[in-house]
């Protein structure tokens, strides 16, 4: 179990970081589990059923058609309210509110509560990031608290790289990305029918645009490796993140790509979670690392 009796505040965060349970646990960080419904059944909700990831993809490759749910004001101040009683002050880090109302859910929770607890500080901060590049977000804001910055110095020093932090992706089948309304019909079927991939990234307002594409798979991992080797901020000790929708072989060829070429940099890859899977379908690669710009 996590313990620093040094550190005066604690961070959280959604399940939008699709970050591993032993990582939140180990650095003390609390998740509030976002949740979706998929063949009349709720799941990962703080009430709902419970299904592991990969079971979810096979279920989505046979035809399923998950819907997500956003964390409501009530269920962000529950989470956060707790750790107020113990003294502690709090910083939430949310998935990107272009993307999901779950960022203003937790800042209608915080003013509400800065008014029951004056005497505690609550900062938010809107990562405009996803998946793993929330967690990448959150993941340099454990590394500053636990060198010993305070609240506000973790705080200014996150919302200093917030636009440093890089998302590039691709997705296996566009017919997820249509559903989602990021393509359009008949760019899903002749796209699909050419093998045409595309190259997406975040951008400065926190939502999906697609930069550049290309023909078949390979290549489209190829790219994400060559588009980083042009952004890449990074010195020896910076992370690098990888996530994907249940293609680890995928996911390792992008990995050796960027070992080679970054042979000291830690690199971290796990599973985009269901509900971040849910709009990007099965199949999907991505990759995070701060750079100079998005």
């Known amino acids: 179990?996590?313990?620093?009796?040094?550190?005066?505040?604690?961070?959280?965060?959604?399940?939008?970081?699709?970050?591993?349970?032993?990582?939140?646990?180990?650095?003390?960080?609390?998740?509030?589990?976002?949740?979706?419904?998929?063949?009349?059944?709720?799941?990962?909700?703080?009430?709902?059923?419970?299904?592991?990831?990969?079971?979810?993809?096979?279920?989505?490759?046979?035809?399923?058609?998950?819907?997500?749910?956003?964390?409501?004001?009530?269920?962000?101040?529950a989470h956060i309210e707790p750790q107020l009683v113990k003294g502690m002050d709090v910083l939430v880090i949310t998935f990107s509110g272009a993307l999901s109302g779950t960022a203003n859910s937790f800042t209608v929770a915080a003013a509400e509560l800065s008014q029951k607890y004056p005497e505690r500080t609550i900062l938010v901060s809107d990562s405009l990031c996803a998946s793993m590049g929330q967690g990448l977000y959150l993941d340099y804001a454990v590394q500053k608290c636990n060198?010993?910055?305070?609240?506000?110095?973790?705080?200014?020093?996150i919302q200093s790289i917030k636009l440093k932090i890089c998302h590039l992706f691709t997705v296996d089948n566009l017919f997820h990305l249509k559903?989602?309304?990021?393509?359009?019909?008949?760019?899903?079927?002749?796209?699909?029918?050419?093998?045409?991939?595309?190259?997406?990234?975040?951008?400065?307002?926190?939502?999906?645009?697609?930069?550049?594409?290309?023909?078949?798979?390979?290549?489209?991992?190829?790219a994400l490796f060559?588009?980083?080797?042009?952004?890449?901020?990074?010195?020896e000790k910076d992370p690098i993140f990888i996530s994907h929708g249940d293609c680890i072989d995928d996911a390792e060829l992008l990995a050796g790509f960027i070992r080679k070429a970054y042979p000291k940099n830690p690199i971290n890859v796990h599973?985009?979670?269901?509900?971040?899977?849910?709009?990007?379908?099965?199949?999907?690669?991505?990759?995070?690392?701060?750079a100079k710009q998005r």
């Open 1 to 77: 179990m996590y313990h620093n009796p040094q550190r005066k505040f604690i961070i959280v965060t959604d399940s939008g970081c699709d970050m591993p349970e032993s990582y939140l646990s180990a650095n003390g960080v609390q998740s509030v589990r976002l949740g979706f419904s998929m063949d009349n059944v709720l799941y990962q909700g703080e009430d709902g059923a419970t299904i592991d990831t990969k079971t979810f993809y096979e279920k989505v490759r046979k035809g399923a058609m998950p819907t997500t749910h956003q964390v409501n004001p009530e269920n962000a101040k």
């Open 147 to 157: 060198a010993g910055a305070s609240l506000q110095q973790t705080y200014d020093y």
């Open 179 to 222: 559903r989602g309304g990021r393509v359009s019909a008949a760019t899903a079927i002749f796209g699909t029918l050419l093998s045409i991939k595309p190259l997406m990234h975040v951008d400065d307002a926190g939502k999906l645009v697609v930069y550049s594409k290309t023909i078949g798979r390979r290549k489209a991992i190829k």
């Open 226 to 235: 060559e588009k980083m080797q042009t952004l890449a901020d990074i010195s």
């Open 271 to 290: 599973y985009i979670g269901p509900v971040i899977g849910a709009h990007s379908g099965p199949g999907t690669l991505a990759l995070f690392f701060k």
